[in-house]
Nanobody
Framework: QVRLMESGGGSVEEGGSLTLSCAQT???????????MAWFRQVPGKDREGVSRINWSSTQVYYADTVKGRFTISRDNAKNTVYLRMNNLKPEDTAKYYCAADSGFLGPTTWAIADEYNYWGQGTQVTVSP
């Protein structure tokens, strides 16, 4: 079992920055493999949207076109934590952001499919005002 806990959300003005964190904890005795981590976001009435994904070794990273150049995903495996640095935030970035984990291989056409992920956090709200 893997548990994910997001933090770092909040309210900022357009052009501002935030850094989200997702701490991963595993049940005692867990002997499963390593996980790829991703960030999704969702606004009421819409499907969950893939924002970014990073593999275990940080050698494979994907971004949604809407955030490319503004957001940066990273991870610290020693701390079991993944981060999402969000710069130049826009009102359309307003959403609840979720951390997700999976142990499989997802490529450029599948990484943003929410159903491919095994574990999810509870989400953290990000609100960007004009």
């Amino acid at each position: 079992q893997v548990r994910l806990m997001e933090s770092g959300g909040g309210s900022v003005e357009e052009g501002g920055s935030l850094t989200l964190s997702c701490a991963q904890t595993r049940a005692a005795g867990y002997t499963g493999g390593s996980y790829c981590m991703a960030w999704f976001r969702q606004v009421p009435g819409k499907d969950r949207e893939g924002v970014s994904r990073i593999n275990w070794s940080s050698t494979q990273v994907y971004y949604a076109d809407t955030v490319k150049g503004r957001f940066t995903i990273s991870r610290d495996n020693a701390k079991n934590t993944v981060y999402l640095r969000m710069n130049n935030l826009k009102p359309e970035d307003t959403a609840k952001y979720y951390c997700a984990a999976d142990s499989g291989f997802l490529g450029p056409t599948t990484w943003a499919i929410a159903d491919e992920y095994n574990y999810w956090g509870q989400g953290t709200q990000v609100t960007v005002s004009p």
